[in-house]
């Protein structure tokens, strides 16, 4: 009888006694202090490989402020068809000055076959007509070929002019094989591009990191949108543009430039309307940082304060981290 009481009474002890059986599983990955300031989240090495968290250090660089403009890819079929007509009347020009130096040489046979008798001053006269005539198509292709030139100037700039009639086309052959494609950027009415700035970016859906270099050709004459500001010419390789195509641009400010630094993509999460990154603060502590000021770069974002160089940047993973912290701020239930 004593000895099934002792056994009853040991087996009341393990089950009123807590946590005997607990199993070290049950311990959350992460543990979330909370202190004066900033949450700090712990985890250690082999959770950070599990998670998959990874890290960069932040570099200092110098960057640009930008404005937005707008443009489209330009149709260069006028352009080409001026430069044909100009070929034409070159070819034109080079019969007509042939002719006339021929009619030359004949007016001086005739000169001398007048002179000794042989010829008569009717055909003398006749052959001179004939040079004068020669003379005003010289003339008249001479004035043809001038007046497509100041056509071109007018419509394209002394640039791209410059490109159409010269007898080496290799600069214009590049828009003829499709290896670069001719823009027109308009800026705002109250912009102006800067004398130093000759590269630009560009993309077709506005998506700031995924935009490739535009470079300046030259001032253009006239504008095809209805903006009032400065237009310009650029030249893209982008192989994504196509004729027509409409183009957002992104373009330096005269501004001095801004030092900070840039984060990847990936870095830049959202919670209640914010902008944020985690730091890594230590071997194996996070924090949150907010973003108040950034710009996209196409190498992700630019951060003129909030962050420092030489400080870590989580790349991948932060949603993770975030995730984590929220659920350290959920009150605990009681055991009751």
Not at 18 to 37: F, I, L, N, R, S
Not at 217 to 231: F, H, K, L
Not at 244 to 267: D, L, R
Request: net charge negative; proline share 3%; hydrophobic share 40%.
């Amino acid at each position: 009888m004593n000895t099934l009481l002792i056994a009853c009474f040991f087996a009341l002890n393990l089950f009123l006694t807590p946590g005997v059986m607990a199993d070290d599983d049950d311990k959350p990955a992460a543990e979330v202090q909370h202190g004066t300031g900033q949450a700090l989240i712990r985890l250690d090495t082999g959770a950070q490989k599990l998670s998959g968290i990874a890290t960069v250090m932040l570099k200092p660089v110098s960057h640009h402020a930008e404005f937005t403009a707008y443009g489209k890819a330009v149709n260069i079929q006028p352009l080409l068809a001026l430069r044909n007509r100009y070929l034409l009347a070159l070819t034109e020009r080079s019969s007509a000055q042939a002719r006339f130096k021929q009619s030359g040489q004949a007016i001086d046979r005739q000169q001398d076959l007048f002179r000794s008798g042989v010829s008569s001053k009717r055909n003398l006269q006749e052959q001179q007509a004939q040079w004068q005539s020669y003379k005003a198509q010289v003339d008249a292709t001479g004035y043809q070929g001038a007046a497509i030139i100041d056509e071109a100037l007018l419509l394209w700039g002394k640039e791209l002019t410059d490109w159409a009639m010269s007898s080496d086309a290799a600069k214009l052959g590049a828009f003829l094989s499709g290896r670069q494609k001719l823009l027109q950027i308009t800026l705002p009415a109250n912009q102006h591009l800067p004398d130093n700035i000759k590269t630009i970016y560009i993309e077709a859906s506005g998506n700031r990191s995924l935009a490739h270099k535009a470079e300046l050709v030259s001032v253009a004459t006239r504008t095809e949108t209805v903006a009032q500001g400065e237009s310009y010419y650029f030249q893209t390789g982008d192989k994504n543009i196509i004729t027509g195509m409409n183009v957002t641009a992104w373009i330096p400010e005269a501004s001095e430039q801004m030092t900070g630094v840039i984060i990847p993509k990936s870095a830049l999460i959202w919670y209640m309307d914010q902008a944020l990154v985690y730091i890594k603060t230590g071997e194996d502590t996070f924090s949150r940082r907010t973003l108040a000021h950034y710009s996209a770069t196409a190498d992700g974002y630019f951060i003129p304060d909030a962050l420092n160089p030489g400080e870590q940047v989580v790349t991948l993973g932060a949603q993770m981290l975030l995730s984590e912290e929220l659920r350290g701020q959920i009150p605990k239930e009681d055991d009751d």
